[in-house]
């Protein structure tokens, strides 16, 4: 078995294995549910998965109060197997490739679905996926401003600092954004979905849990909501879960992302992608790092 800890595909090769293996068939709402283990000071994930070649296991920890400890929210490693014999191949960086994957997904997901001109993105967050999702974006579509929304003023604006395109904003910027991505740890709407245009798509990835949401109805009411697989959405993403049961939603409108990968049509308005982050993602890009250094 090869240890791969620092490998980790180009957001580009991401992009291109997600999108090769939907256009191939592979159907998201086959994926094994994940896997929550409550523990006293967090949980564990378990993240199992199959296709084509390959097989492999994503076991990850989160502890909300690791931040607090200079230490991350999210840890863990990936095993990728072999498919045929389920051999050990490689051990990759389960951060790493979360990062990594997440972006790739929502790239995908923006690519089908934002104006082809969208040059204004805001960001709610500043952590590692806020950074993956502005280079992924960036890669799909031609981004030349960047808002960054967040709650720590001085984190904010180091944040916004790395980049010569981006400054800091708030909420209500979104009122006049092309794109906008949620990577936030909000358990309530970080925006008025009111106030989101009606050529916008809005990519919400911060929240997997039936209780958390980022977007609120409003938005949800107004949009083509688009998810990574119908199953996994009603498990287990807030925004879609609360907003069925208050009616905002009903099941029947929800678009998989493969859909729209196999050329799906999306009606006119706001366009909502809602990602809980899903074991396939996981593997599918692990073999496309694996493949890159092999």
């Keep these: 078995m090869r240890l791969l800890l620092d490998a980790r595909p180009t957001v580009q090769q991401a992009v291109d294995a997600v999108r090769a293996a939907l256009a191939a068939g592979l159907d998201p709402d086959q994926d094994p549910p994940r896997s929550v283990v409550p523990v006293p000071t967090g949980q564990f994930l378990l993240m199992p998965a199959f296709w084509d070649r390959y097989a492999g296991v994503k076991v990850a920890s989160v502890a909300p109060d690791n931040p607090a400890r200079g230490l991350p929210r999210i840890q863990g490693h990936y095993l990728l197997m072999d498919g045929p014999t389920l051999t050990p191949m490689a051990l990759l960086d389960g951060v790493a490739l979360t990062s990594v994957r997440t972006a790739a997904v929502s790239a995908v997901a923006a690519d089908l679905l934002a104006v082809p001109d969208a040059e204004r993105l805001v960001v709610f967050g500043t952590g590692p996926q806020a950074e993956s ?33 981006a400054r800091v904003g708030t909420p209500d910027d979104v009122a006049s954004a092309d794109l906008v991505v949620c990577c936030t740890s909000s358990r309530t709407p970080v925006f008025d979905g009111a106030k989101v245009p009606e050529h916008a798509t809005v990519v919400a990835v911060g929240s997997h849990e039936p209780e958390a949401r980022e977007v609120d109805d409003v938005l949800i009411g107004r949009s083509t909501v688009v998810v990574e697989g119908i199953g996994a959405a009603t498990r287990e993403a807030g925004d879609v879960v609360l907003a069925l049961e208050s009616g905002a939603l009903a099941a029947d409108d929800l678009v998989p992302l493969a859909a729209l990968a196999q050329g799906h049509a999306v009606p006119s308005g706001p366009r909502l992608f809602k990602s809980v982050g899903m074991a396939w993602e996981d593997l599918v890009v692990a073999a496309a790092a694996y493949e890159a250094v092999r």
């Design 133 to 165: 999702h502005i280079e992924a974006f960036r890669a799909v579509r031609p981004v030349r401003e960047v808002v960054v929304v967040g709650r720590n003023p001085e984190r904010t604006q180091a944040f916004a600092e790395q980049y010569p395109f």
